[in-house]
């Protein structure tokens, strides 16, 4: 931490200073009055209390800094887990009450709240503060310190600073194998973004040869085959198991439906990927103006492309106008699946591109 650029404020407790003043001032009569060396000593080292404590304190502000880890980077809802606040001191100062500025909050729904952790800082080392938390809602929990202040042994100035400490934890719907889920039927043209929007990735193979048709797409002409045999020849293609299945997330922009669109769908995507599905999984960004996508084949990167999904706020995700959009993006779709809330449950569903 580069302690130059530490941005200070200092603030005076009234009612500590007041107290300290009026001892002060007491000890002041009695010298006056008993003329004992004990009152001077005392009157001298008041009078140099004041000013050192406060260096004392202005000093540690700039040689402490802190940071925040959590001890994993996914949980599940209900599940504790355990924080850490670390304060390292590279001075061998001490402030017997240090305030750290704490706000924790849910950047997928832009749900913040503010803690004040009051912690004492040891001289030279580092201190580890660790707590427990449990989150029960799903998205992105920020845990992030901007501010820190340290007050001065006699608790009347407080040095407030400058910091950044920031840790994320993805909460994930927890995995339940009574789910079932199916692709279905009449998928056809749900698997052939896969081959449009990656060159040289085709995820078919020709079965046969035959004359050109009305309504045969002109990537599939047997160029060198049809000018041997002077009429157009057109490559019959199957689609492959592994190829990808476009499901497209519906997200509602009222924070319970994605709740539970989120938690129900992950568990139905899970089951597709059990059948040796690959998903090509999107969701609208409206701050992008396009589609995220995420190539997913396991529980790994299903958990991947949530933590992603998670990074930009929910109502960014949302938008009345998704069926446009995708014909918009992905012409070349004749259909593709969808994540939806059909009277409060999660349907996968197949939406006709057009």
Known sequence: MNTEKKTKKIHISVLHLAAFLLVYIINILLFLVFRGYTFLVMWIIFTALLPCSFCMAWRLSSYIEGSVFTEKETAGPGEAVEIIIS?????????????????????????????????????????????????????????????CSVSDLLGIFSIHSDCAMESCLSILPQSESTVQASVPEAHSGVAELSESSRK??????????????????????????????????????????????????????????AEKLLSEGYQQIRELLGTRLTIRLLVWNQNLFSFENYSVGCPEELENAYCQIYCTNLFSHSSDLLRQYMKNCYPQLNSYLCMTLREDNAQLEIWVNG
């Open 87 to 147: 304060i390292q001191n590279r001075s061998f100062l001490c402030a017997l009450k240090s305030i750290w500025y704490l706000n924790i909050g849910n950047s997928f729904y832009g749900t913040f709240d503010h803690h004040k952790l009051i912690l004492a800082i040891p001289p030279h080392g580092k201190k580890l503060f660790p707590m427990n938390v449990t989150m029960t809602e799903l998205g992105r929990i920020v845990f992030a310190c901007k501010e």
């Open 200 to 257: 040289g990735n085709d995820h078919s193979e020709v079965s046969d040869i035959r004359t050109y048709r009305t309504g045969d797409r002109p990537k599939d002409i047997h160029w060198k085959l049809s000018a041997r045999n002077r009429e157009l020849m057109v490559k019959e293609r199957v689609s492959l198991s592994g190829s990808e299945h476009v499901l497209l997330l519906n997200l509602p922009n009222q924070k319970a439906d």
